[in-house]
């Protein structure tokens, strides 16, 4: 099937601001994002209680800069999002917190200017399923690499594949019961149709073998269920 290109990606966003403000309705189809956003935070905030610059990659509306602020007050915040109306809502919100400052990147990660050792910590938060190839995947991870500061953590929550059919086939029915429970069939055919058209997911083990080459010291696991985990790395 022939991807959604970043165009049709954003415009999907443009017109979901609303829904993505918030995070039970906004994340309502990833499997335990509640938990996945407080143990990446909490994670970060563990790793680096010394922080003062964070990069949330995706912001979306800043579900996931709101709840590290919460953890660590007064960051210098940057918040990239493809979606100019999402990083307005976000920038919105964010300013009205804790936020020493805060930057507004209307951008393709992939394409942002972003100044190597600028951050202590980076959140992804189901954002890098999107990526494509393997030649994208690697560029994307030695850029995260590059543009965090020694020490600095890199803390992701998204969508994984299995590497073995079988095995994905198999989560998929599972996850296919988990959405028509939370929202019924329609919704959860809906959800699947996104999924084929806009992502490209990678394993778990394939995203941690790949931290480790472009540089990282150390790689954790913090949960996985289903398709879904949240994870990370130190620099």
């Not at 049709?8 to 966003?13: C, K, L, N, V």
């Not at 579900?63 to 918040?79: D, I, V």
């Not at 959800?191 to 073998?209: A, G, H, K, N, W």
Request: proline fraction near 3%; glycine fraction near 6%; include cysteine.
């Amino acid at each position: 099937m022939k991807k959604s290109t970043v165009e049709e990606i954003t415009e999907r966003f443009d017109n979901d601001v609303e829904r993505f403000s918030n995070l039970e309705t906004g994340q309502a189809s990833a499997v335990d994002a509640p938990l996945c956003l407080e143990l990446i935070t909490s994670a970060a905030a563990r790793l680096r209680p010394d922080a003062t610059a964070l990069l949330d990659i995706g912001a979306g509306a800043g579900n996931f800069t709101l709840r590290m602020l919460s953890r660590l007050p007064g960051l210098q915040c940057t918040l990239l999002d493809l979606s100019r109306p999402m990083l307005d809502r976000a920038v919105q919100r964010v300013s009205a917190s804790s936020a020493k400052s805060v930057i507004a990147i209307q951008s393709d990660f992939r394409d942002a200017a972003l100044a190597p050792e600028s951050y202590d910590i980076i959140l992804a938060g189901a954002v890098l399923h999107h990526l494509r190839d393997d030649a994208d995947w690697e560029r994307a991870f030695q850029k995260l690499f590059r543009i965090l500061r020694p020490g600095g953590c890199l803390l992701i929550s998204d969508l994984v594949a299995q590497d073995t059919e079988a095995l994905s086939q198999l989560i998929r029915e599972r996850y296919r019961a988990y959405l028509e429970n939370n929202g019924g069939a329609d919704y959860a055919a809906r959800v699947l149709e996104i999924v084929d058209q806009e992502d490209s997911p990678r394993s778990l083990p394939y995203q941690l073998e790949l931290m480790r080459r472009v540089g990282f010291r150390e790689v954790e696991v913090l949960h996985k269920n289903s398709c879904f985990a949240a994870f990370g790395g130190i620099k």
